[in-house]
């Protein structure tokens, strides 16, 4: 009997805490805040479900993955590779043991490449697609996941700010020069995929500032959480933007992975590195699991002919609303071009793309 009403007082005690779990609202505007809320999304997330199954399978499409070489993105291009698709690894260190790894994974008549690019050299963005032109590569599955979380301002080559040329700026230089090369070609109707890998610190950012659009200041180790979240912020309002404008061209969509044990937090001061990882290791998934919603952004067949979704883990949700707004996603289409032909990489006009 004792032991009959300690089960269910531990049952009841562990159903509270659930519920309490599913009504938090985890923030995650500072380092702490964003490990705690990571850890509470994993939790509210436990029971969420969007499988994919055998039928699922890439044989013959060509996937480029940024940030392939580790973490995520390494586990990303795995899973594709295993899928059967053919990996183009966009990286800009670690090549030829991404390439390995990733090929030790694949689908035996899968192909895997490696090839040089770094988000932080607006040049660099130029000559990748310029290659990939020269070299008629055609792309089915496009993954934007490389990200980075600085621990300070640092001025890249290109007089911008790090987190938001990473983060943001670059991934509209790549996208757009991929569309006006024609590298995205709809066949028998599907349209080609891009998996924008966001996250869901976008939701703690500040509201969106179009004055400040991409201006460098300086900023502190204590900022470097709010800078990357307001990175996501304006990559998830490009996102929601480049659905709108490329519907019957491509299908769009973009997710949070949830809190994920990698190496994203590389930068965090030495005196809380050893708790970080420690926190990284009892709580984050691993980033075989966490590459799941993006393979299935990637992947699934159920979604031909949707764009525009977004998915937190496993769980289709809406992203912050001011990101859906089609006034900002003009302003954040607009001021990226200006910024871009301001820096010298002129996109060319809609009537122009392929
Ligand atoms: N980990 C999480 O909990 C979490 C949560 C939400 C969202 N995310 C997102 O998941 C994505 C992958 O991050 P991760 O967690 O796998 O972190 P990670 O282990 O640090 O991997 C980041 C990847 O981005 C690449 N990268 C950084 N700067 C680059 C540049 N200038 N040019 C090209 N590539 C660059 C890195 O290349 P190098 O190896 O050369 O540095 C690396 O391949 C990011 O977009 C991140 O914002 C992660």
Redesign the pocket.
């Known amino acids: 009997m004792l032991l009959t009403d300690a089960t269910a007082a531990t049952r009841g005690v562990s159903c509270a805490a659930m519920a309490w779990f599913d009504r938090v609202r985890p923030r995650h505007d500072g380092a702490l805040a964003a490990t705690v809320g990571?850890i509470i999304d994993r939790v509210k997330h436990r029971n969420a479900a969007l499988e994919l199954d055998e039928r699922d399978r890439l044989d013959g499409s060509a996937c480029l993955v940024?940030?392939?070489?580790?973490?995520?993105?390494l586990a990303i291009a795995k899973d594709l590779a295993r899928r059967g698709g053919d990996l183009i690894l966009a990286?800009?260190?670690?090549l030829d043991a991404a390439r390995a790894d990733v090929a030790s994974a694949a689908h035996e008549r899968a192909s895997v490449e490696a090839r040089e690019?770094?988000?932080?050299r607006l040049s660099s963005v130029e000559s990748f697609c310029d290659r990939l032109a020269a070299d008629g590569v055609r792309l089915d599955v496009l993954v934007l996941?490389?990200?980075?979380v600085p621990r300070e301002a640092r001025k890249t080559e290109d007089g911008l700010d790090e987190s938001f040329q990473?983060?943001v700026l670059a991934n509209v230089l790549l996208v757009q020069r991929l569309r006006e090369r024609g590298l995205f070609v709809a066949e028998e109707g599907v349209w080609p995929r891009v998996v924008v890998?966001?996250?869901?610190?976008h939701r703690s950012a500040p509201p969106l500032d179009w004055d400040g659009f991409g201006s460098f200041r300086p900023w502190g180790m204590r900022e470097a959480v709010k800078q990357?979240g307001y990175g996501?912020l304006l990559l998830q309002t490009w996102t929601a933007e480049l659905a709108r404008r490329t519907r019957g061209e491509l299908a769009v969509h973009s997710l949070?992975?949830?809190?994920?044990r990698?190496?994203?937090g590389?930068e965090a001061p030495g005196l809380t590195k050893p708790l970080l990882e420690l926190t990284m290791r009892a709580f984050?998934v691993e980033?075989e699991r966490a590459a799941a919603p993006a393979v299935y952004l990637a992947a699934s067949r159920r979604l031909e002919h949707e764009t525009g979704i977004y998915l937190h883990g496993k769980r289709r949700r809406e992203p912050r609303e001011d990101t859906l707004d089609a006034d900002n996603g003009r302003r954040m289409w607009e001021r990226s071009a200006a910024l871009l032909e301001a820096l010298g990489h002129p996109l060319a006009p809609a009537k122009e793309r392929g």
């Open positions: 990571g940024t940030g392939a070489n580790r973490g995520l993105g990286c800009r260190s670690g690019l770094d988000l932080a996941n490389a990200g980075v990473v983060n890998v966001s996250s869901e610190s990357y996501k949070c992975p949830g809190a994920v990698t190496d994203i590389r984050f980033p």
